[in-house]
Structure formats: C-alpha cells, structure tokens
C-alpha cells in the first residue's frame, strides 16, 4: 500500500467526521460507508494491510532509537519481530500503542486510522492489545475474575460491583477460558498460578476485549520449554482471527510460529523473509545469530 493510498483513505475518513463537508461524501452525502470505520474494533483492511509504518524516527537524547522504520503486517498474519537487546522493538510498540511519539513518519491501522493522531487509550478501544513481557495479572483476584475485569469499560468500584456479564460475555469468557488452557482453573486466585499460566491470562485479558491487532513482546521469556510449546500451539491458533506481531529471542518459538520474520537493528528493518532465510543473511548472523 502506498502513502498516496493511506492518505487518500485518511482524507475520506476526515470528510465523513466533517459534517460541513458531508455533501461531497463518495457515496453522494449518505454517510454510507466510510462511517462505519468509526466503530471500535473495526478497521479499514481493503488495501490488505492492518498496520503500516513508514519511514519512522524517534530519537532520545539525540539517539537514535527507531532510525527510518517502514513495516507493515498484512490481517490474521502472525509476524515475528527479532533483533539485538536496543534495536528498538519495543520502542516500535511503544509507538503503535500512542506511548511514543515519533519526531517523524507515517503510523497507520487499516488505511484510514492515523494512529500519530489518537491516544493511548483510544488507540486501545480501537482494537490494538498489547502484552508487555512482566505478566500484570491482579494477583489477589481469581482467574474468572481476572478475565471479567477485562471487559469492564468503567472500572470505578460502584460500577464494578453493578456489572454483570451478559451471555454473549459469558460464552466469550469460556471461550477464553478454554483458548488459554485454564479451564478447569477459573477458581483458583491468580497469584498461585505459575509465570507461564500469568503469561496466558494476560493474554486472556487481551483476548476478552477481542483485539484485531495483539502487540506481545517477549510472551515466552521466563516459560518451562512445556509451556512455551503450549504458548506456540496458544498463537497459532489466533492466527488468522487476529493479526498478531510477537517480539521474542528464544528461536526455537520463532521457528514454530513464523512465517515472516523481520529483523530489526538499529532502530530499522535489516531483513525480512522466511526464518531460514533470514538465519542465512550474511548481516543477520554478524549482528545477532552469531552472538
Ligand atoms: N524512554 C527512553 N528514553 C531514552 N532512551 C530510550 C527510551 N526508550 C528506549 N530507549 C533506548 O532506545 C533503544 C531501543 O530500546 P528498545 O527497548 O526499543 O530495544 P529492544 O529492541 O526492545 O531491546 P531488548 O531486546 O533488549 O528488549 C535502547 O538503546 C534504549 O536504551
Ligand atoms: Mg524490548
């Protein structure tokens, strides 16, 4: 997809916001269909990508962290980002989730969201989760509880003690349940649970507010090798229903979930391809493989 396309998208969506203009609108001032990108948790994938990153630059201090990065991930794809400790793959979230904001570039969510123009929090509700490498479960509460607090939207404790799950949620919650294998451990109080099954709620939190776009950096780091086998078979199977971008080192879990991995270094993309090919790459071994 080109800049020229993303912007074109961008201005019909700005037009469809912009009553004086609604007149003009494609679809002869109906408001048809451009309006329903406006719907959280839906997002404009005609051009086939769900996130495109172009031409990206952060400095702090003067240093460089992300240095001209252009990427973009295609919907349901799993990608899996590699690449030396500072290369700036955390930072690259930190950017798509509103945390940073870039000096320069192009941040696109579908080719109508600018996401350089939204908040953190907005950029959440539009359906980008995100999993940061501690797990940041509520230790004291169960993992039924755990799961439920996720869809609360009003998390005031007046109207937390009103809130009741409706069936579809309750379906939605079993169903996350059995996704991230505890099932048969919804009682149990999550601070008794190992790292890996944490890991998995977290991921579960993320799941009930049904992301199109899962950010999951360093998910495996810290797992028994049962476990990341588990979180490897966990991924594939939200490939596809979800597009899903996954920050990790230990290549082992690469090589099971990959399909298109990119390198990064230096704050920018070094090499893209199928796992073996960028094992092969001449400048991947010389600045991380061959550590
Ligand atoms: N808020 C910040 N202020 C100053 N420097 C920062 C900030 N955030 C990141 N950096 C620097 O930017 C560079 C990229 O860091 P980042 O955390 O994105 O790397 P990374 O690829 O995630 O590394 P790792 O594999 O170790 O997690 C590092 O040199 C880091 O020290
Ligand atoms: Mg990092």
Redesign the pocket.
């Known amino acids: 997809m080109t800049p020229d396309l993303l912007e074109d998208g961008a201005q019909r969506l700005a037009r469809t916001q912009d009553p004086a203009s609604s007149g003009s609108t494609e679809s002869g001032g109906r408001q048809a269909g451009f309006s329903r990108r406006l719907v959280p948790g839906q997002v404009d994938t005609t051009h086939g990508r769900i996130l495109y990153l172009e031409d990206v630059h952060v400095s ?2 003067g ?1 460089k ?1 992300i240095n001209g990065l252009s990427l973009d991930i295609a919907p349901g794809e799993l990608r899996c980002i590699i ?1 030396p ?7 690259m979230m930190d950017i798509i989730t509103g945390k940073t904001r870039p000096d320069r570039g192009t941040v696109f969510f579908g080719s109508t969201i600018d996401l350089l123009r939204h908040r953190e929090a907005e950029i959440a509700q539009m359906g980008i989760g995100r999993k940061f490498q501690k797990p940041t479960v509520f230790e004291q509460l169960s993992v039924f509880e755990n799961l439920e607090l996720a869809l609360k939207t009003d998390k005031r404790v007046a109207a937390s003690m009103r809130f009741r799950l409706d069936s579809a949620q309750a379906d939605r919650l079993a169903e996350v349940l059995h996704t991230i294998h505890l099932s048969d451990d919804v009682r149990r109080q999550a601070g008794n649970l190992s790292h890996g099954q944490k890991q998995w709620l977290e991921i579960g939190m993320l799941l009930m507010q049904d992301p199109l776009l899962l950010l999951l950096d360093e998910p495996v780091a810290g797992m028994t090798d049962e476990e990341t086998a588990r979180t490897a078979e966990l991924f594939l199977s939200l490939k596809g229903k979800h597009s899903l971008m996954v920050v990790e ?1 230990d290549m082992a879990f690469v090589k099971a979930i990959s399909d298109i991995v990119t390198v ?1 270094c230096d704050g920018a993309v070094l090499a893209q391809g199928p796992l073996e090919q960028v094992q092969a790459d001449e400048r991947v071994i010389e600045v991380y493989l061959g550590r």
Request: aromatic share 14%; no cysteine.
């Open positions: 702090f201090d240093f962290a690449g400790n500072g290369a700036g793959k955390t930072t080192h990064l």
